[in-house]
């Protein structure tokens, strides 16, 4: 019972609650391991004679099965536990190959101009946009590649497991590993920190039916008070028990639990789109487009990379988060127009480099012509060297999209901000606390 109430106090500040996740077992069932509450015991991914393929000890089984056996709720994971040796019998593994594509909605483009070179700015925004290889396995296994374009370092790995919510994330060297407990993923993409906020039930709605990539499409909604997430469903047997895992992993952006059932409906995720609420009632802005964009079935995937965690790595802390800085260098920059513009004499004086300023208390990206320039930290700025003087676009928003600053058409390079006009562009100081 100790080790229970270890858990609960883990998950407890965290701002995780652990009821939305089904029963935990008692000390007073006797089908249920004492320890089934805290950690997993080592798998084994090797089946033998009277054990089933994955060998974890279960929690109290809650109703049943299509085939008529208890099912078994997965377990949530604690963010400072480390994860118990794993192993992966066999030689390789059968599954499906996915990339998953994130579209930012709503980016302004570049104006239209002569001296715009329209083709090196397609090609600039092909490369900003974040990508994710995703592997599913038939033994309930999934992990996530990221590629360019996102806050934190590429090869970064996120590793799941059906029988358990949250993720092992892995250093692009897969020496270390770090535990994502459930609510802490929109931080962690978003921001580049590990905090984690409360989720909710979400409630679900029923969309027309579509196709994609030559599947038919099961759509619903699932809304939560920060915003909802429209979900393109289809049946391929391939992924085997990962089935609902980029499901798990789409709706908890939208701060929906991973238990909610939409994700045990036996589909792959296909695509999705994110939209957040304005504080509005039913008002919600575009976010994120979420994009299968590949998919391909494989009998070859290799059984070391889904191992929660790998043999080699060790539990630490940290995130290997990207510094903020500059994300484009002057010759990448140049490419945005074919050459310079003098300013009207009765223009704005410019200056030897664009100063970026984020006068907020997000992280927030600045896009030039909807190509992404500079990651800029809470109430820093940074210098950005390398603009042709000319007329832009400048636009900042944060990664999901949730935080979405103005429009502005100016000359470049000048001093850019997001605050208001009028506004301060430094952190309010500190007010000390009234005497007693």
Same mark, same amino acid.
């Not at 019972?1 to 998950?11: D, K, Q, V």
């Not at 393929?53 to 997965?74: E, L, N, S, W, Y």
């Not at 940290?318 to 513009?341: D, I, N, Q």
């Given at each position: ?13 965290? $701002? ?5 996740? $089904? ?18 015991? /080592?798998?084994?991914?090797? /089946? ?29 994971? +604690? ?37 715009? +070179? ?35 370092? &590429? ?27 459930? $609510? ?70 939208? $701060? ?37 964009? +590949? ?20 539990? +630490? ?35 030897? &480099? ?16 909807? %190509? /992404?320039?500079?990651? %800029? ?6 210098? %950005? ?8 676009? %400048? ?7 949730? &935080? ?33």
């Amino acid at each position: 019972m100790r080790r229970r109430w270890i858990l609960l106090a883990a998950l407890g500040p965290l $701002g995780c609650d652990a009821a939305i996740f $089904g029963p935990n077992p008692s000390r007073s069932d006797p089908t249920a391991s004492p320890t089934a509450s805290v950690t997993p015991e /080592p798998l084994d991914d090797d /089946p033998r004679e009277g054990d089933g393929d994955d060998a974890v000890p279960k929690p109290t089984p809650t109703g049943d099965g299509k085939d008529g056996k208890p099912r078994v709720p997965p377990e949530p994971l +604690a963010a400072d536990l480390p994860l118990p040796r794993d192993r992966i019998r066999g030689q390789e593994l059968s599954g499906l190959e996915l990339t998953l594509a994130l579209r930012r909605a709503a980016v302004p483009a570049a104006p239209n101009a002569p001296e715009v +070179a329209t083709e090196a700015l397609r090609a600039l925004q092909a490369e900003g946009q974040p990508e994710l290889e995703v592997q599913l396995t038939d033994r309930g296994r999934m992990q996530m590649t990221m590629k360019e374009g996102f806050l934190l370092e &590429a090869k970064t790995r996120l590793v799941a497991r059906q029988e358990r919510y949250g993720y092992a994330m892995l250093w692009p060297r897969r020496d270390r590993y770090r535990v994502v407990p459930p $609510g802490a993923l929109r931080a962690l993409l978003g921001e580049g920190r590990l905090d984690v906020t409360q989720l909710s039930v979400g409630r679900a709605e029923s969309l027309p039916a579509g196709e994609r990539l030559g599947y038919a499409l099961e759509r619903h909604r699932i809304k939560t008070p920060i915003g909802h997430a429209d979900l393109d469903l289809a049946e391929v047997p391939e992924a085997g028990a990962a089935t609902g895992l980029l499901c798990r992993f789409v709706i908890e952006l939208v $701060g929906a639990s991973p238990a909610h059932p939409i994700c045990e409906k036996n589909r792959v995720l296909l695509g999705a789109e994110l939209r957040w609420t304005t504080g509005k009632e039913e008002e919600t802005t575009p976010g994120l487009r979420l994009e299968v964009t +590949a998919l391909r079935r494989s009998e070859t995937l290799e059984p070391g990379p889904f191992a929660m965690p790998p043999p080699s790595s060790r539990f +630490a802390s940290g995130v290997p988060a990207r510094s903020p800085g500059v994300l484009l260098g002057g010759k990448a920059l140049e490419r945005f127009r074919t050459g310079p513009t003098s300013p009207p004499e009765s223009g704005p004086t410019l200056l030897p &480099a664009v100063e970026a300023v984020n006068a907020s208390d997000r992280l927030l990206t600045l896009f030039v012509d909807a %190509v /992404p320039v500079a990651n %800029v930290a809470p109430w820093q700025s940074l210098r %950005v060297e390398g603009f042709a003087p000319g007329r832009y676009v %400048v636009h900042w928003r944060s990664f999901f999209g949730d &935080a979405v600053g103005p429009t502005a058409e100016q000359w470049l390079p000048a001093k850019v901000t997001n605050a208001p006009p009028n506004e301060p562009e430094t952190p309010p100081e500190a007010v000390p606390p009234a005497p007693p």
